[in-house]
């Protein structure tokens, strides 16, 4: 019930594509849903976050979808770059308590 | 600058050792974090705590030991009866209210020679 699902494992996008990770919950008192970006030998950082009343949030290329009575929420890059190149992980948490991680998505996108 | 300060980047233990790993925030949160990362794999939670002197076990805190004597400070120590200590360490925090997501550190690459 405490964990986020996260797929695929792994990703290889054309550059000038989208890049699109998915992830799927269980619990439905989760209110926060964070991506993180981590380069290698690099702490993640946050990326975008989402709360459950909105269905879509946008940064830049990147961009949030989320749909509640599915339970799902993923990210998507447009315009893909190599300098996106990174692990990605999305997350949920309820309220101000500890943050559950997917198992990350290593992105590579080809020039 | 606010930010979370980990130390060393760098760390070797030899078997048997006990090494303390540092983490040093100035965002005045909360809340903090340690995780372990392996290569090519997820964040696991080591401990954590949400309050000073006060913390709670994580998935894996068998072999690790924690510390919360000040609000800014959440030293790891890595004991010896951790069997598989190499890994890569990651320092986290957070405000205990209102929006935000974690604030991770650079992280310390620990590996046993």
């Known amino acids: 019930q405490q964990q986020v699902k996260q797929s695929p494992q792994s990703l290889i996008v054309q550059k000038g594509g989208i890049s699109i990770i998915n992830c799927a919950y269980e619990?439905?008192?989760?209110?926060?849903f964070p991506w993180y970006q981590q380069f290698p030998g690099k702490g993640p950082a946050l990326l975008i976050a989402?709360?459950?009343?909105?269905s879509e949030k946008k940064e830049g290329r990147f961009t949030i979808s989320f749909n509640k009575s599915a339970k799902q929420f993923s990210l998507h890059i447009m315009d893909s770059q190599p300098g996106d190149s990174a692990t990605y992980f999305c997350?949920?948490?309820?309220?101000?308590?500890?943050?559950?991680f997917g198992s990350g998505t290593r992105l590579s996108i080809r020039p | 600058d606010g930010g979370i300060t980990q130390s060393p980047k760098y760390l070797f233990r030899k078997e048997g050792q006990n090494v303390t790993l540092s983490c040093e925030q100035n965002?005045?949160?909360?809340?903090m974090y340690w995780y372990r990362q392996d290569p090519g794999q997820g964040l696991r939670l080591i401990y954590y705590?949400?309050?000073?002197?006060?913390?709670q076990k994580g998935d894996i805190a068998e072999g690790y030991s924690v510390s919360r004597e000040k609000k800014e400070s959440f030293p790891l120590t890595v004991t010896s009866a951790q069997k598989n200590p190499t890994a890569f360490y990651l320092c986290?925090?957070?405000?205990?209210?209102?929006?935000?997501?974690?604030?991770f550190g650079s992280g310390t690459r620990l590996t046993v020679v």
């Open positions: 986290a925090s957070r405000m205990d209210r209102g929006e935000g997501g974690y604030t």
């Open positions: 619990n439905t008192a989760f209110d926060y």
């Open positions: 989402i709360r459950p009343d909105v």
């Open positions: 997350a949920a948490s309820i309220g101000a308590s500890k943050i559950i």
């Open positions: 965002l005045n949160h909360d809340a």
């Open positions: 705590s949400q309050i000073v002197n006060d913390f």
